[in-house]
Antibody, heavy 119, light 108 residues
Framework: QIQLVQSGAEVKKPGASVKVSCKAS????????IGWIRQAPGQGLEWMGW????????NYAQTLQGRVTMTTDTSTRTAYMELRSLRSDDTAIYFC????????????WGQGTLVTVSS | EIVLTQSPGTLSLSPGERATLSCRAS???????LAWYQQKPGQAPKLLIY???SRATGVPDRFSAGGSGTDFTLTISRLEPEDFVVYYC?????????FGPGTKVDIK
């Protein structure tokens, strides 16, 4: 079955970076892309961006441009999301989700990774 | 950027009742580019509807949706106990993709 398994919770200090992983199984990794969506505590969903696992093309939310980098490693079927210069308002659950393109819905989701930014 | 507004913020109903959730977009959204998700506490969102009105695999037929242009609706024909959670609309017709703020359906 199709699964996306994310890395564990992280606690970071303001100004630091975090890299969250998302390991895919149960489908041809390079036929789809991975989107990243975050959810601040008690809040709604925020689209962060999307990466093609086929060619590495990316689309990022303008609000995160310059601080976020999404990559994939096809040899391990893993997608990564790195967020730099962390601030307290980056505290959120970060989800990865599969989508064929940046302009499609997300049918399969990872379990989420809590990133806490605190001094 | 297309901004999605959901109403009401909270919908208080009883099991067995009909729920109608609204999602309004700040600009026209392509009819094939609107989705609805259900999120239970502590879980990832679950895709219910894509392409405005197509149910995702395994979604019960008490969930239906429709709309066009800037106005979209999710309907739950008869609420089951497990339906009292949060619902989000999502547009993906242009970048950046955006989500609505959510509607919480709670028990009256």
């Amino acid at each position: 079955q199709i699964q996306l398994v994310q890395s564990g919770a992280e606690v970071k200090k303001p100004g630091a970076s975090v890299k969250v992983s998302c390991k895919a199984s149960g489908y041809t990794f390079t036929s789809y892309g991975i989107g990243w969506i975050r959810q601040a505590p008690g809040q709604g969903l925020e689209w962060m961006g999307w990466i093609s696992a086929h060619n590495g093309n990316t689309n990022y939310a303008q609000t995160l441009q310059g601080r976020v980098t999404m990559t994939t490693d096809t040899s391990t079927r893993t997608a990564y999301m790195e967020l730099r210069s962390l601030r307290s308002d980056d505290t959120a659950i970060y989800f990865c989700a599969r989508a064929y393109s940046a302009l499609l819905s997300f049918q399969y989701w990872g379990q989420g990774t809590l990133v806490t930014v605190s001094s | 950027e297309i901004v999605l507004t959901q109403s009401p913020g909270t919908l208080s109903l009883s099991p067995g009742e009909r729920a109608t959730l609204s999602c309004r977009a700040s600009q026209t959204v392509g009819s094939t580019h609107l989705a609805w998700y259900q999120q239970k506490p502590g879980q990832a969102p679950k895709l219910l509807i894509y392409g405005t009105s197509s149910r995702a695999t395994g979604v019960p037929d008490r969930f239906s949706a429709g709309g066009s242009g800037t106005d979209f609706t999710l309907t739950i024909s008869r609420l089951e106990p497990e339906d009292f959670v949060v619902y989000y609309c999502h547009h993906y017709g242009s970048l950046p993709s955006t989500f609505g703020p959510g509607t919480k359906v709670d028990i009256k």
